[in-house]
């Protein structure tokens, strides 16, 4: 059954990443596994990081007047590691340099879901109705699927400030 809070729909997101970061690991030999993985993952966290910035921390910031710091962390890690996935892209697939880039996208996002688990998230679920997390949970799932692999959003870096300015 589909998660009825926005939150959850993002935990569940976490997890997956969590769990195609280590088949990345166990596919190591094997280039053509790593090409394909990585090419739904990478495209899958830029989804992930632009229906965060386009449909929840502009409901968070409006729900917690106390969230703008959070906001501005989240903004500067979703930008290192859309960094970290252009870095890879620039190498060929299971190069020494390409790994490198691959555990710093990695090394990122795991800090970062692990701050959103620990702040954002649980401040939404204080913050909305559960009428609010199911509307932004159907938005939420409706952007990934309109957007899947990448299509049609930015990857873009954003800058924190200015994307308060324009949420707030
Ligand atoms: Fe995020
Ligand atoms: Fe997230």
């Known amino acids: 059954m589909q998660p009825t809070r926005v939150t959850d729909l993002i935990r569940l997101d976490h997890i997956w ?15 053509g596994s790593l090409t394909s993985l990585w090419a739904t993952l990478s495209a899958r966290l830029e989804v992930h ?7 929840f921390y502009p409901r968070l910031l409006k729900d917690d007047s106390d969230s703008v710091d959070d906001t ?3 903004i500067r890690d979703h930008n290192e590691i859309r960094d970290a ?3 890879a892209e620039g190498h060929p697939v299971s190069d020494d340099a390409w790994w490198k880039a691959v555990n710093a996208t990695e090394h990122a996002n795991t800090e970062h879901m692990d701050e959103e688990e620990k702040g954002p ?3 939404f679920d204080d913050a909305a ?13 409706a952007f990934e699927t309109e957007h899947a692999g990448a299509r049609g959003i930015s990857i873009e870096d954003k800058d924190p400030e200015g994307y308060i300015e324009a949420n707030s």
């Open 49 to 55: 990081a632009a229906a965060e910035e386009t449909l």
């Open 121 to 123: 998230l649980i401040e």
């Open 17 to 31: 990443f969590r769990s195609q970061f280590a088949a990345l690991q166990s596919a190591r030999d094997d280039p």
């Open 129 to 141: 109705s559960s009428g609010e997390q199911e509307e932004l949970a159907s938005a939420f799932s």
């Open 85 to 87: 996935i252009r870095d």
């Open 72 to 74: 501005k962390d989240a």
